[in-house]
């Protein structure tokens, strides 16, 4: 079992449309959970850390339910500019320090 | 202004001549990740430095080292290249817990 997994898509919505992203990880000792965007042959940057008690920023809301180690992110009234990969990151401290372990991406297209 | 700078951004090496990707970050943290990252996979962890200690992944290869002279900086060094090592090699440091990535540099074995 991969350590962390994201259905691939493609998911291709409408603008305008509400998306939601799940995540599970494989980990209990999971530390941090994080939400990356990555655009194309470009690097990931960070969109948003996810906590027990979910957090929003702006139209982006993120949510993490350790018990069932599932990360989930939701979009709201999506924009074009949203088409890009968004990684789910899950950081675990083991004997040898901190290790990101990525996703392999959820693929998003908004069409106009 | 860039906080994790990588050099060069596209690189062309040839089959077997050994060639070292460069990283330094002006963020002063102290673990620093090289990734590999091929087209539609996700990053895959090489190795890290949690300060001056190096901790390699299990399935990483031995054509691949590092070496980290300072905090600063960080040096991929890939002795032999292979067909199959072109990709994107992403650099990312932390503090953690979240991870800044550089721009990339991407690989082309000839």
């Known amino acids: 079992r991969k350590e962390v997994e994201q259905d691939p898509g493609p998911f291709n919505v409408p603008e305008g449309a509400t998306v939601a992203f799940n995540c599970t990880y494989s980990n209990s000792a999971s530390q941090s959970f994080f939400w990356y965007r990555q655009d194309c042959r470009k690097e990931p940057k960070l ?10 920023d702006g139209r982006f809301t993120a949510q993490l339910n350790r018990a069932s180690q599932y990360i989930s992110l939701l979009i709201r009234d999506s924009k074009l500019s949203d088409s890009a990969t968004y990684l789910c990151v899950v950081n675990v401290l083991g004997n040898s320090g901190y290790a990101l372990n990525f996703g392999k991406g959820t693929s998003l297209l908004v069409t106009p | 202004d860039a906080m994790v700078i990588q050099n060069p951004r596209y690189q062309v090496t040839q089959f077997g ?15 620093m ?6 087209s ?4 895959k962890l090489l ?26 900086f960080c040096f991929l060094d890939i002795r032999s290249p292979g067909l199959g090592d ?7 440091t932390s503090n953690p817990p979240e991870a800044f990535f550089g721009q990339g540099t991407r690989l082309t074995v000839v």
């Open chain 2, 17 to 31: 001549k050994p060639v070292t990707l460069s990283c330094s970050q002006t963020l002063n943290h102290n673990v």
């Open chain 1, 47 to 56: 969109l948003m850390s996810v906590y027990s008690s979910g957090n929003e």
């Open chain 2, 47 to 72: 190795f890290h430095y949690y300060d001056k200690d190096f901790n390699n992944e299990a399935d990483t290869p031995d054509n691949f080292q590092s070496r980290r002279p300072n905090t600063s």
């Open chain 2, 33 to 38: 990740y090289w990734y590999q990252q091929k």
């Open chain 2, 86 to 92: 072109a990709a994107m090699y992403l650099c990312a």
């Open chain 2, 40 to 43: 539609s996979q996700a990053p």
